[in-house]
């Protein structure tokens, strides 16, 4: 069990994390909405997520947030739940698109390098991450950048219940192949 203490400055942490990450306005807002419930986690795992943001190229999977703030999977998972963070599995591909989006946006470098920068082994992972996310590849983004409805994507992506999604997945298909 964790014990919250109204005396502690998790806003401030957060905020203080927000202003360091540079990037994008989405990577801005998306941490601006999740604040909140970033604070309610414990000390190390806060500077776990902190590290994933801030170096996302360290992070290939949710094990490596255990790893990295020495708690067990299945504390880190009751841990995000709790906080209302959805699965460390999609908060980290959040946060890794988002940075790429930032990166895709900022910069002129060709999607195989943003996607190394980002830690993906493969440009067709980084890609299929990215459209799982934000609906459309990252080239597309590319050329259309700017659409007001990115964090939108971002945020019901991440609090999606998997039931949704592969329901809507067949439904999808239903319709394509009758």
Not at 15 to 31: D, E, F, N, W
Not at 49 to 55: S, W
Not at 79 to 97: C, E, N, Q
Request: glycine content about 6%.
């Amino acid at each position: 069990d964790v014990l919250l203490r109204p005396d502690t400055d998790e806003s401030e942490r957060v905020r203080q994390t927000v202003q360091r990450i540079s990037g994008h306005r989405v990577a801005y807002a998306l941490l601006a909405v999740v604040e909140a419930r970033m604070g309610l986690l414990e000390p190390r795992l806060f500077r776990a997520l902190q590290d994933m943001f801030e170096r996302p190229h360290r992070y290939q999977a949710a094990d490596d947030i255990t790893r990295e703030s020495n708690f067990s999977r299945k504390h880190v998972y009751r841990a995000f739940r709790s906080a209302g963070l959805g699965t460390p599995r999609k908060f980290l591909t959040a946060a890794k698109v988002v940075r790429g989006a930032a990166y895709l946006t900022e910069s002129r470098d060709p999607v195989q390098e943003v996607g190394k920068k980002l830690g993906y082994s493969t440009t067709r992972v980084f890609s299929k991450r990215f459209k799982e996310v934000f609906g459309r590849s990252p080239s597309e983004f590319r050329r259309g950048s700017g659409a007001p409805d990115l964090l939108e994507h971002v945020l019901e992506w991440l609090y999606k219940p998997p039931t949704q999604a592969v329901a809507r997945e067949y439904s999808s298909r239903k319709h394509t192949t009758t």
